[in-house]
């Protein structure tokens, strides 16, 4: 699933970013703070990632 989802990985200004293939971007540190499900619902569909 993982290379259906993520089209690149990259740094920019010293960030580490994961782009999707649905075209969202989002830094891998939000990404971890934010736990596996939300960031796989961020990646499948339009909704932003929720914080609880």
Same mark, same amino acid.
Do not use: H
């Given at each position: 699933?993982?290379?259906?989802? @993520?089209?690149? @990985?990259?740094?920019?200004? +010293?960030? +580490?970013?994961?782009?999707? *293939?649905? $075209?969202? &971007?989002? !830094? @891998?540190?939000? #990404?971890?703070?934010? $736990?596996?499900? *939300?960031?796989? +619902?961020? #990646? &499948? &569909?339009?909704?932003?990632?929720? !914080?609880?």
């Amino acid at each position: 699933m993982r290379n259906r989802l @993520v089209s690149n @990985v990259y740094f920019d200004n +010293e960030r +580490e970013y994961i782009k999707f *293939s649905n $075209g969202r &971007t989002l !830094r @891998v540190d939000t #990404a971890y703070r934010c $736990g596996w499900n *939300s960031t796989l +619902e961020y #990646a &499948t &569909t339009d909704n932003p990632i929720l !914080r609880q």
